[in-house]
T-cell receptor, first 115, second 116 residues
Framework: SAVISQKPSRDICQRGTSLTIQCQVDSQVTMMFWYRQQPGQSLTLIATANQGSEATYESGFVIDKFPISRPNLTFSTLTVSNMSPEDSSIYLC????????????FGNGTRLTVT | AQKITQTQPGMFVQEKEAVTLDCTYDTSDPSYGLFWYKQPSSGEMIFLIYQGSYDQQNATEGRYSLNFQKARKSANLVISASQLGDSAMYFCAMREGLGANSKLTFGKGITLSVRP
């Protein structure tokens, strides 16, 4: 497996501000996936981040709201912009270490509360 | 249509007994994989077990086994000899295709409570 470090682990933010979440992996990975888990809900994919190219966003998520950076094979950031209380969620980064049928491994998540 | 369906309400099981958590899926892709994850109250996502669409045998991993019925499109998780630490949310997920950027789609999850 891999060690996936997410920062911050939790934060309480004011409406209208932005928060950048960092994800660091201890090995090089091609694809990183950012998920959102709203309170009591399942995980929803926000975007897929490939090193050296623009992230691919899922339906309902846009780059202006959730800009993603992927400067190298071990690091990525997700920014939640112009936050509202509806953005209160757990945000998780995940990686696939190998191709084929290998599972996604997740960081411990960032618990975001927007007041 | 939902790709992954988990419809059981909260499940309860007595410690040391076995429990089955249901999962049905929908896909037209012949190559897919099914995954189960555990999410305790701490929030981390823990990978439990994997079943590939072409696998002939049901996957097993310690106390976890997967009852894979391809024709019925079901992939139920069986936990044997339940322990108090098994109390958590359990998510079934599917990956369609084997490309590097193929994503996981998660079901809504099932809450399992193990009674002492």
């Amino acid at each position: 497996s891999a060690v996936i470090s997410q920062k911050p682990s939790r934060d309480i933010c004011q409406r209208g501000t932005s928060l950048t979440i960092q994800c660091q992996v201890d090995s090089q990975v091609t694809m990183m996936f950012w998920y959102r888990q709203q309170p009591g809900q399942s995980l929803t994919l926000i975007a897929t981040a490939n090193q050296g190219s623009e992230a691919t966003y899922e339906s309902g998520f846009v780059i202006d709201k959730f800009p993603i950076s992927r400067p190298n094979l071990t690091f990525s950031t997700l920014t939640v912009s112009n936050m509202s209380p509806e953005d209160s969620s757990i945000y998780l980064c995940s990686v696939r270490l190998r191709g084929g049928n290998s599972p996604l491994h997740f960081g411990n998540g960032t618990r975001l509360t927007v007041t | 249509a939902q790709k992954i369906t988990q419809t059981q309400p909260g499940m309860f099981v007595q410690e040391k007994e076995a429990v089955t958590l249901d999962c049905t899926y929908d896909t037209s892709d012949p190559s897919y994989g099914l995954f189960w994850y555990k999410q305790p109250s701490s929030g981390e996502m823990i990978f439990l077990i994997y079943q590939g669409s072409y696998d002939q045998q049901n996957a097993t991993e310690g106390r976890y086994s997967l009852n894979f019925q391809k024709a019925r499109k079901s992939a139920n998780l069986v936990i044997s000899a339940s322990q108090l630490g098994d109390s958590a949310m359990y998510f079934c997920a599917m990956r369609e295709g084997l490309g590097a950027n193929s994503k996981l789609t998660f079901g809504k999850g099932i809450t399992l409570s193990v009674r002492p």
